[in-house]
């Protein structure tokens, strides 16, 4: 198990009160309350890092749509025009 250490943390009164509901709620304190939240909170960030890294990766190569590229002249003709 990995060592904890001690934080302080200034929350309104109000606050306070909600949190120490929400974790008696769900038979904890409310320290193991927070820390469930920040765990959850960094393991979220580094999927969407992962994510985001994967995501950008992908416009390194362009992707094959099929097809024949089209010479300048077929792009740019404007006999309709003439």
Do not use: Q, W
Not at 4 to 23: C, D, G, P, Q
């Amino acid at each position: 198990m990995a060592a904890k250490h001690n934080i302080t943390v200034a929350i309104e009164a109000s606050l306070l009160k909600k949190a120490r509901v929400v974790a008696s709620r769900r038979g904890m304190s409310v320290s193991a309350l927070l820390a469930d939240e920040l765990r959850e909170l960094v393991n979220e960030d580094a999927h969407y890092t992962a994510a985001k890294k994967r995501a950008v990766g992908l416009f390194t190569t362009p992707l094959a749509l099929g097809g024949t590229p089209l010479a300048r002249e077929a792009v740019h003709e404007r006999s309709r025009l003439r």
